[in-house]
């Protein structure tokens, strides 16, 4: 017994070091797995800089930041782009940006650098700034399209003259601590990495030049690290069904005034414009209008019309924010007809493949440019419609058990939150299952019952 304990012991103690260090390994796995999103698995935000000339104590760069996300971009207020140096670098000028704050620079006794930190923060410049302040992509407020809504926008550039920095490739320090927040958090940018100097080719493409040096910062997006709550949710209704699926109750949050005052207000309250106008006005405080789920943003999917070969849905896309006009807004969704979108009105449309296009179930929407594209704030325009029309494929089609609805839904790059799978709109002969066995049984026992007392 003695031999075979100890046998035992020496078989399960390297078991138990392999489960430790599998529990360690995961829990100091880095959070950044979180910014993963399996409709844009590549998506990120790409800054590259690039050294175009040397200077008698730094140089001049023109940093470009490039969106490769496929439907989430950056809105106003917005970017802001910080960084650390890592010596003791200064800025002595920009072009197209500039910085929020100058810092100590008393120590220069002749010109004053633009900015003196250790960790400044740049901001893009207002549209309208003076053309000898502006260089190409610049000066659009800090706002970033995405590709696919507007590919001329989606990016953002600036020039940068850096002192009391390296003047060749093997003495420039690259930068550290990299921050995009855009306006507020959700990002999380990697370090800097030496990469191959970026071309650059003439206008008839006869002649390229290259930067003397570039070196590219990623940016990853994660919902969880952008806020606490979900900013949007869904409610659904059919045209075979009375009942209407509203928003699950709390979806963003909870009417709480006592823990959170000016949070939400009524529709109809004598105090509404002095409550939009109040202390958070300026700092982009959410001002919600007060409802069962809280949310900034609804989106309601109704299932409209059924015809022999096509069906027709009507999508609703409702802003609760008293503070906030959404621009280029979008709206993302996926369900298994979207391959067969036969017409579409007041949205632009362009299909998604996050699979490799062996399945075409995602669809991004759109305003039209001058008509929709711009989400007024909470009140009776701030709502924008569209209606899809889609032929049925006979193999899948069913407007049995919710699948009429979509699977998940997006606005602006964020998350909704849906109704639960029970609570969607049943057929009227399709009740919820857990109510169909006790009247099937009453129903049989009764029928058998009948036919033993007619034979007694």
């Not at 991004?364 to 709502?383: E, H, I, R, S």
Request: glycine share 8%; hydrophobic share 35%.
């Amino acid at each position: 017994m003695a031999v075979w304990g100890a046998g035992s012991s020496r078989s399960v103690a390297p078991c138990c070091c392999a489960v430790l260090l599998a529990a360690a390994l995961l829990f100091s796995a880095p959070a950044t797995t979180e910014a993963y999103d399996s409709l844009d698995p590549n998506g990120n935000i790409t800054i590259k800089w690039d050294v175009m000339q040397w200077t008698p104590d730094g140089y001049v760069a023109v940093v470009t930041m490039f969106n490769y996300q496929q439907f989430r971009h950056i809105q106003a207020p917005g970017w802001q782009l910080g960084w650390t140096w890592a010596k003791k670098e200064v800025i002595w000028s920009m072009v197209g940006a500039q910085t929020t704050e100058q810092g100590d620079c008393s120590k220069f006794k002749g010109g004053t650098p633009h900015c003196c930190k250790k960790d400044p923060t740049v901001v893009d410049l207002l549209p309208g700034t003076p053309y000898n302040m502006q260089i190409a992509n610049c000066c659009k407020a800090g706002v970033i399209n995405t590709f696919n809504q507007d590919p001329s926008n989606a990016a953002s550039s600036f020039q940068i003259s850096v002192g009391l920095a390296g003047t060749t490739n093997k003495t420039v320090k690259l930068p550290k601590n990299f921050t995009l927040k855009a306006p507020g958090p959700g990002y999380t940018c990697g370090r800097a990495m030496i990469v191959r100097p970026t071309k650059f080719f003439t206008g008839d493409g006869r002649r390229a030049t290259q930067a003397l040096m570039t070196w590219n910062v990623t940016c990853t997006y994660s919902q969880f690290l952008a806020q606490k709550t979900p900013s949007c949710c869904v409610s659904l209704s059919s045209f075979y069904n009375d009942t209407i699926v509203n928003c699950p109750t709390c979806s963003c949050g909870c009417q709480n005034n006592g823990t959170s005052p000016g949070s939400c207000v009524n529709e109809n309250s004598p105090y509404l414009q002095s409550a939009i106008d109040g202390p958070g006005k300026w700092t982009g405080q959410p001002l919600v209008q007060c409802t069962s789920h809280m949310c900034p943003i609804r989106i309601h999917w109704h299932v409209k019309l059924n015809y022999k070969e096509y069906w027709r849905v009507k999508i609703t896309i409702t802003n609760f924010n008293y503070r906030m006009n959404y621009t280029q807004w979008n709206l993302v969704a996926q369900h298994p007809n979207f391959d067969n979108i036969t017409q579409l009105f007041s949205f632009n449309y362009k299909p998604l493949t996050p699979y490799g296009g062996r399945i075409n179930d995602t669809a991004m929407f759109w305003g039209v440019k001058f008509y929709n594209d711009l989400l007024m704030q909470a009140g009776p325009l701030g709502n924008a419609q569209s209606e899809l029309l889609m032929r049925k494929d006979a193999m899948t089609f069913t407007f049995d058990k919710g699948w009429a609805f979509p699977r998940r839904v997006y606005f602006n790059g964020d998350n909704c939150v849906m109704p639960p799978p029970d609570a969607y709109p049943w057929l009227p002969n399709a009740s919820p299952l857990t109510k169909q066995p006790l009247t099937l049984s009453v129903l049989v026992f009764s029928i058998v019952l009948a036919t033993l007392l007619a034979y007694a």
